[in-house]
Nanobody, 118 residues
Framework: QVQLAESGGGLVQPGGSLRLSCAASRGISTINVMGWYRQVPGNQREFVAQITSASITNYADSVKGRFTISTDNAKNTMYLQMNNLEPEDTAVYYC????????????WGQGTLVTVSS
């Protein structure tokens, strides 16, 4: 089963940028959908962005125009470029992979913390 590991979180000032990475333990070309979610303690995990194996992307309204999701199949990695960050973007960010086949598989990473503060 594929494993996911996020990296790239940290502390950034409002208006700044960060790039999150989600490294997979094997090739991602056969993963049907990969996505980013985020969670603030005490709140439900919420959708941020996703990309399909056909490179179709979808974003939450709150991040449209500021965040960009992408993949690099050669590096088995998904990215989330986050620009013009706001304090409301502070959360633990998780990556997810969905594999459709004989059985549905949903795999999550361990999360990486993003803090937007001056």
């Amino acid at each position: 089963q594929v494993q996911l590991a996020e990296s790239g979180g940290g502390l950034v000032q409002p208006g700044g940028s960060l790039r999150l990475s989600c490294a997979a333990s094997r090739g991602i070309s056969t993963i049907n959908v990969m996505g980013w979610y985020r969670q603030v303690p005490g709140n439900q995990r919420e959708f941020v962005a996703q990309i399909t194996s056909a490179s179709i992307t979808n974003y939450a309204d709150s991040v449209k125009g500021r965040f960009t999701i992408s993949t690099d199949n050669a590096k088995n990695t998904m990215y989330l470029q986050m620009n013009n960050l706001e304090p409301e973007d502070t959360a633990v960010y998780y990556c997810k992979a969905v594999i459709l086949g004989i059985r549905y598989q949903e795999i999550w990473g361990q999360g990486t913390l993003v803090t937007v503060s001056s």
